[in-house]
């Protein structure tokens, strides 16, 4: 299985300021024939669903502000959130979903206001 | 709008069973796989099981195998799972997951969770 390890568990950011979101995966979840990575963001406010917010690493999914964004390829992934805003705070994963199941997530990290 | 609305958590003993159920609505529902991801309280996020459009495949972590049994009724749009020798440690909320396709791994919705607590 390919295991996803984020760092850091848990960060505070000033509003306004950036937040940087690391995550690694175990194997590449890049796809050389497409040149797709096959990685995604999810964000969980307190007492809510996961909710989608980057998929293939870099993709923003409708509706999703522009101050977050995706890099990365092959094993090495960042989510930034560029100036943070009292709505941001959550609990951010990252999840793998290359070839079959099972499709694995980061541990999670928490992103709170300092 | 895509809706999906889980039911039958609740607390069940040590080797017993509950079935969850998955209503959905907003969607072909049988043109897209489904999946079940559980969250135990305070923790993570963990993929459990898969079960593509059509139902005839399905896919399991290793650590509910043998044990949940997904299945879907695409003539009622719902979703299900089956858990049986239930243990401590399958104490979480339970997400279904709607797939961006057929079977891709990628979630474009939730639904809110439905608990369940085994428990002595």
């Known amino acids: 299985d390919i295991v996803m390890t984020q760092s850091p568990d848990s960060l505070a950011v000033s509003l306004g300021e950036r937040a940087t979101i690391n995550c690694k995966s175990s194997?590449?979840?890049?796809?050389?024939?497409?040149?797709?990575?096959?990685l995604a963001w999810y964000q969980q406010k307190p007492g809510q669903p996961p909710k989608l917010l980057i998929s293939?690493?870099?993709t923003r999914q409708s509706g999703v502000p522009d101050r977050f964004s995706g890099s990365g390829s092959g094993t090495d992934f960042t989510l930034t959130i560029s100036s943070l805003q009292a709505e941001d705070v959550a609990v951010y994963y990252c999840?793998?979903?290359?070839?079959?199941?099972?499709?694995?997530f980061g541990q999670g990290t928490k992103v709170e206001i300092k | 709008e895509v809706q999906l609305l889980e039911s039958g958590g609740g607390l069940a003993q040590p080797g017993g069973s509950l079935r969850l159920s998955c209503a959905t609505s907003?969607?072909?529902?049988?043109?897209?796989?489904m999946s079940w991801v559980r969250q135990a309280p305070g923790k993570g996020l963990e993929w459990v099981s898969a079960?593509?459009?059509?139902?005839?495949?399905?896919y399991y972590a290793v650590s509910v195998r043998g044990r949940f049994t997904i299945s879907r009724d695409n003539s009622k749009n719902t979703l299900y799972l089956q858990m049986n020798n239930l243990r401590a440690d399958d104490t979480a909320v339970y997400y279904c997951?709607?797939?961006?396709?057929?079977?891709?791994?990628?979630?474009?919705?939730w639904g809110q969770g439905t608990l369940v607590t085994v428990s002595s």
């Open positions: 997951a709607k797939d961006t396709e057929n079977e891709r791994g990628l979630f474009d919705y």
């Open positions: 907003g969607f072909t529902f049988s043109s897209y796989a």
């Open positions: 079960i593509r459009g059509s139902g005839d495949s399905t």
């Open positions: 194997q590449t979840v890049l796809n050389r024939s497409n040149n797709k990575n096959y």
């Open positions: 293939w690493a870099s």
């Open positions: 999840q793998q979903y290359y070839s079959i199941p099972p499709w694995t």
